[in-house]
């Protein structure tokens, strides 16, 4: 259901200048448990 939105959300998280708006994507993937996001260390 929420799948199709995952690519807008993570480029949001990359992209956006406003900090609650990075804010608020980084918590929906986390709730969402989408790893791609994550940087490998």
């Given at each position: 259901?929420?799948?199709p939105s995952?690519?807008?959300?993570?480029?949001?998280?990359?992209?956006?200048?406003?900090?609650?708006?990075?804010?608020?994507?980084?918590i929906a993937?986390?709730?969402?448990?989408?790893?791609?996001?994550?940087?490998?260390?």
């Open positions: 259901m929420y799948k995952l690519g807008k959300i993570r480029n949001l998280l990359k992209n956006d200048v406003n900090p609650a708006v990075k804010g608020t994507a980084a993937l986390g709730t969402w448990k989408d790893k791609t996001s994550i940087p490998e260390s």
